[in-house]
């Protein structure tokens, strides 16, 4: 069996690269392919979890269309099928790089092993164009990893067959535990040493971060008014590392920029992220790996979209769903700046730290690895 694991964006990568370790750790052969749909955000996750691809597309353009990124993936990663064989393809999630390539995959008679499936807003413009990706990758893979009860009950509801669904936990929990782990024995790096001096972490912290496209103009305007009055509040201190999407650059560093309390940073790379968020009172964000992680570290998260995928945290406490109202957001964080300091420990609806190990064991039942 060979096996082609295929990822492009920072939030893949994270999430796949527990595979990518489990895999090399029990001596299971695989290659690593890399559509580099984002570039600087990707490489920082590849050098902190020491991958090396063995194809690189290298595909990002700045502010590319969905339609060109997809028509570049498609192109390129045929020539990787036509120029090896594969059993195999492992894609993550929701994005371009995930849905294209597993078409790819199809076209070519490569099974299709989708991680982190059956997650459903079943709203095709929020997330967008993420919702139909999802989708799309879910009804073209033979092997569908969901991280919750919830998402396989969505699979089992669309007829898709008991047999090829495992229930794993997500990923990015085990990802996040090899990180704080290393966090814990001393690791350092420029990133954390950087943010340590610019941040006073005596003061209350709130980290955001951004970069939904249906959010684009209005929705990010509002956030970024929320978060001038956040700042306004006595005693706090806020970061962001902004997205590098020009979209999300041009108006945040507009609206947010020489503020003595709002630090903008470029994005961190992963383990400086995960050291800031635990040392953070409070999150603000649309990120989809952000709700599943921090309630691994107890600290709540706004969630600046109308709608999400990941329900379970809402459910049972750990975020909250605040749109992109300024009162909505301004009032929630007034309440849980003054209240989260002794809340109790609440379990991660996401996993407990084993994905990988779960996803590597159903397939080495399923195929013969
Ligand atoms: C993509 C994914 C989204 C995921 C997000 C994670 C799709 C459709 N969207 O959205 O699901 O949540 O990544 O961050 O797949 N850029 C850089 N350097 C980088 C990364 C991005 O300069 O390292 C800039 C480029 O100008 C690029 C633009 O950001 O063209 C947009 O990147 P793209 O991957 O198309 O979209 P995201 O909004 O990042
Ligand atoms: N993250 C990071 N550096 C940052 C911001 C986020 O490493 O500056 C990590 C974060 O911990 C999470 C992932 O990136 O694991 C989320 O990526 P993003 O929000 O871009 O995508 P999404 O999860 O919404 O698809």
Request: with cysteine.
């Amino acid at each position: 069996m060979s096996i082609l694991i295929c990822f492009g964006t920072r939030p893949e990568a994270i999430k796949m690269a527990p595979v990518c370790i489990k895999l090399k750790e029990q001596g299971i052969p695989f290659k690593l392919c890399v559509t580099a749909q984002h570039r600087e955000m990707l490489d920082q996750v590849l050098h902190f979890f020491e991958l090396q691809p063995d194809y690189d597309l290298n595909l990002m353009q700045p502010n590319q269309s969905l339609n060109q990124l997809s028509a570049r993936i498609l192109e390129n990663i045929d020539l990787v099928f036509k120029k090896e064989k594969f059993d195999l393809l492992l894609v993550h999630g929701d994005t371009t790089t995930s849905t294209i390539a597993a078409l790819a995959a199809f076209h070519n008679g490569v099974k299709v092993g989708h991680v982190e499936a059956g997650l459903r807003t079943y709203n095709k413009q929020a997330p967008y164009p993420e919702e139909l990706n999802r989708q799309l990758t879910g009804k073209i893979a033979d092997y569908h990893f969901a991280p919750t009860q919830k998402a396989k009950q969505n699979l089992l509801n669309e007829a898709i067959s008991d047999s090829t669904i495992a229930v794993t936990g997500n990923t990015v929990i085990d990802a996040l535990f090899i990180t704080l782990n290393k966090i814990k024995s001393g690791y350092k790096n420029k990133f954390i040493e950087s943010v340590s001096q610019k941040v006073d972490f005596d003061k209350k912290v709130v980290l955001v971060t951004g970069h939904r496209r249906e959010s684009f103009g209005d929705g990010f305007k509002n956030i970024c008014n929320a978060i001038l009055k956040i700042a306004a509040i006595d005693n706090v201190e806020i970061v962001y590392p902004v997205h590098l999407n020009p979209n999300v650059q041009k108006i945040v560093y507009q609206m947010l920029s020489n503020k003595p309390n709002i630090h903008l940073i470029n994005p961190l790379d992963y383990p400086a992220f995960v050291w800031l968020m635990s040392k953070s009172t409070l999150i603000i964000s649309d990120s989809g790996g952000i709700q599943e992680e921090a309630p691994s570290l107890n600290i709540p998260v706004l969630v600046t979209r109308d709608v999400t995928e990941r329900e379970e945290g809402v459910k049972n406490g750990c975020s909250y769903l605040v749109g992109t109202n300024v009162d909505t957001i301004i009032h929630r964080a007034k309440t849980l700046l003054k209240t989260t300091s002794t809340t109790n420990q609440l379990k991660n609806p996401y996993g407990e730290g084993n994905a990988a190990n779960k996803i590597i064991h159903f397939l080495s039942k399923s195929i013969n690895l």
